[in-house]
């Protein structure tokens, strides 16, 4: 299948200004991103400084009220499954695929909201540190975000080769990752509007040392 960089230029420009539109997001929350895809830069490649197209996925359960991390080898951080766009794939299919291949958890599905809106339920800029070793500077990732839903009984097999474990926990576990992801899935009602109660962890993960990586 062939890929059009300028045309997904387009395309993620698109999804910008509508997803703008839907949660009325100011002007310079994406200024970065939007001077990139003004600029002509092959926003779908990792090797594009200083920002490149990058997806992750929100995994809840049918209730919305756990959400599902894993604990990111690099960053040393619990948070959504994620990673690198890769052409010529879509987005919602990149966000679904990383979930998958970062949890083992078969049967995970899109939320239907997104089918019928067309749009993610956030777009977030944030900075990632300098990575030596891959020749890779610091950077922006343009995080594309989708919920993602798991049925009951799943079973967890993260790969360890990619993050430490996966672990369920309370859908307040967002405020401090991704606040404004958690507010837009609560005003819509893809999420439980109170913090969840009695809910215990169903985790497996591999050891590391406290406050770091092995």
């Not at 990792?46 to 990111?72: C, K, N, Q, W, Y």
């Not at 766009?85 to 695929?97: F, H, I, K, N, Q």
């Not at 969840?196 to 406050?211: D, L, M």
């Amino acid at each position: 299948m062939s890929f059009d960089p300028s045309a997904f230029r387009a395309h993620v420009g698109a999804i910008l200004d509508a997803h703008a539109r839907a949660f009325d997001v100011p002007d310079d929350r994406h200024a970065l991103l939007r001077s990139q895809i003004a600029a002509g830069d092959d926003i779908h490649s990792r090797r594009t400084f200083p920002g490149h197209v990058t997806t992750s996925a929100f995994i809840l359960d049918a209730e919305g009220r756990r959400i599902l991390l894993i604990h990111h080898r690099s960053l040393a951080r619990w948070l959504q499954p994620g990673g690198h766009y890769e052409p010529p794939g879509d987005l919602a299919g990149s966000a679904l695929r990383e979930a998958v291949e970062e949890t083992g958890v078969q049967g995970l599905a899109i939320d239907p909201w997104h089918g019928v809106s067309g749009l993610p339920v956030d777009i977030d800029s944030h900075r990632i540190p300098a990575r030596p070793a891959r020749d890779e500077p610091e950077h922006w990732h343009h995080d594309i975000r989708y919920v993602v839903r798991a049925g009951a009984g799943i079973e967890l097999r993260p790969d360890l080769r990619e993050v430490h474990g996966a672990e369920w926990r309370e859908l307040s576990a967002l405020e401090g990752i991704a606040p404004q992801a958690l507010r837009n899935m609560r005003k819509l009602g893809l999420a439980a509007p109170n913090k969840p109660k009695g809910h215990a962890y169903i985790s497996f993960q591999r050891p590391f040392a406290e406050g770091g990586l092995p």
